[in-house]
């Protein structure tokens, strides 16, 4: 099962709203409404950030929202902060025998 | 406070054994499913297994399906990743992470334990 895709990269000034992509296919982002998003700080665990697509943690922000169209989900943050600069992964349930698979990972940078 | 703590991680030789443990503690262990995911040095995050709440149900990913099993034991609040045939690739961060349902909602992971397959 190969990853999801993902920019590598994203950046966007204090303020800023940035968007991040995760393209997969028929067979998992565009099947289900089963897409989360998580939050990984250098060193540290990864975060829930949304699930389903759209639903929010308990605790976190609503400048994080998400959607989804097609084959493609996407997170956006709003009034980016500095602390909003990491890495960000998305997941997705998937059809295959596997059940989930990650995206390659996307490094936001807050300039 | 959700907390899990992963154990077991250590330099194994390409074809050993290693078995982690992730201690669950301050919820109903036996009320969510777990996973262990992965991340190599510099990598991205690599989901490998998956057990439902019974024990019943489990997925594993290609890349391990095969060598790796996944158990738990609801008794002691306890999930395990028995790991055999080690390989290179294999080395890697790895991390236990509970959900409530189908869907990878995963909302409260471990530190994570590292294992190195090397020679």
């Known amino acids: 099962q190969s990853a999801l895709t993902q920019p590598a990269s994203v950046s966007g000034s204090p303020g800023q709203s940035i968007t991040i992509s995760c393209t997969g296919t028929s067979s998992d982002v565009g099947a289900y409404n089963y897409v989360s998003w998580y939050q990984q700080h250098p060193g540290k665990a990864p975060k829930l950030m949304l699930y389903?697509?759209?639903n929010r943690p308990s605790g976190v922000s609503n400048r994080f929202s998400g959607s989804k169209s097609g084959n493609t989900a996407s997170l956006t943050i709003s009034g980016l902060q500095a602390e909003d600069e990491a890495d960000y992964y998305c997941c997705s349930y998937t059809s295959s025998n596997t059940l989930w698979v990650f995206g390659g990972g996307t490094k936001l940078t807050v300039l | 406070q959700v907390h899990l703590v992963e154990s077991g991680g250590g330099l194994v030789k390409p074809g050993g054994s290693l078995r982690l443990s992730c201690a669950a503690s301050e919820f109903t262990f036996s009320d969510y499913y777990m996973s262990w995911i992965r991340q190599a040095p510099g990598k991205g995050l690599e989901w490998i297994s998956f057990i439902s709440s019974s024990g019943s149900t489990t997925y594993y990913a290609d890349s391990v399906r095969g060598r790796f099993t996944i158990s738990r034991d609801n008794a002691k609040n306890s999930l395990h990743l028995q790991m055999n045939s080690l390989r290179a690739e294999d080395t890697a961060v790895y991390y236990c992470?509970?959900?409530?349902?189908?869907?990878?909602?995963?909302?409260?992971w471990g530190q994570g334990t590292l294992v190195t397959v090397s020679s």
């Open positions: 389903d697509v759209t």
């Open positions: 992470a509970r959900s409530s349902y189908g869907s990878p909602n995963l909302d409260s």
